[in-house]
């Protein structure tokens, strides 16, 4: 079974561009989160979706939205980037169903590194 | 504010010794846990869960230990191999839809030196 993919693996944008990255989940999976991981910050959630909606959002700005599609890929995107925003980007996905994560762990792709110059 | 908290940002520990790694939680609601494994420039691994229902849960070299009335889990890895060499990182869920959305520590650094 193929795992979480993850494109691009890097990225380098100017401040104030935008940028969207596309995660495809393990098959069947229909859960996928995405959370960004920053130096000494460890890992924080950015949102969740499943079958299409999003279930659940972290606290983070407006700029930073996501969606998913029918065959449960989905893509994250940035608006007007700022130099803070230099991160390593990770999707997930899981079952999405029961009790959470309890039978089926959360799974990660490989991320993407996005540098803001 | 951080709920999952893993207060040691780094330990060093001599191959075949055993390495415990610390996490506390401030949530209560919190009733399943996770550890994860990263290696630079991969995504996280799964290596271990435990259930509230439960304190200790083994597989293989991995022991979680978890205290609910401390709000205290722990990793244990024995004997220690230099492949173990990795940031871990603890994660909480709690048992509704919310829970999809782990709460992650800051992650331990644990150097395995031969």
């Known amino acids: 079974k193929a795992g979480v993919t993850q494109t691009p693996r890097y990225l380098i944008k100017t401040r104030g561009q935008q940028v969207t990255l596309s995660c495809s989940p393990i098959?069947?999976?229909?859960?996928v989160s995405w959370y960004q991981q920053t130096p000494g910050q460890g890992l924080q959630f950015l949102f969740e979706?499943?079958?299409?909606?999003?279930?659940n959002k972290g606290n983070f700005p407006g700029r930073f939205s996501g969606r998913q599609f029918s065959n449960s890929r989905s893509e994250m995107n940035v608006s007007t980037l700022e130099l803070g925003d230099s991160a390593l980007y990770l999707c997930?996905?899981?079952?999405?169903?029961?009790?959470?994560?309890?039978?089926?762990?959360?799974?990660f792709g490989n991320g993407t590194r996005l540098t803001v110059t | 504010d951080q709920q999952v908290k893993q207060n040691s940002p780094s330990l060093s520990v001599q191959e075949g010794r055993i390495s415990i790694l610390n996490c506390d939680y401030t949530n209560s609601m919190f009733d399943y846990f996770l550890w994860y494994k990263k290696y630079p420039a991969e995504g996280p691994t799964f290596l271990i869960s435990i259930s509230s229902i439960k304190d200790k849960n083994e597989d293989g070299r991995f022991t979680v230990f978890l205290n609910k009335s401390a709000k205290h889990l722990s990793l244990h890895i024995v004997p220690s191999q230099p492949g173990d060499s990795a940031v871990y990182f603890c994660a909480a869920s709690s048992n509704s839809n919310s829970g999809y959305a782990l709460n992650f520590g800051k992650g331990t650094s644990l150097l395995v030196t031969p």
């Open positions: 979706y499943f079958s299409e909606t999003q279930r």
């Open positions: 098959s069947g999976h229909r859960s």
């Open positions: 997930a996905s899981s079952l999405g169903q029961g009790r959470p994560y309890y039978n089926s762990p959360l799974h």
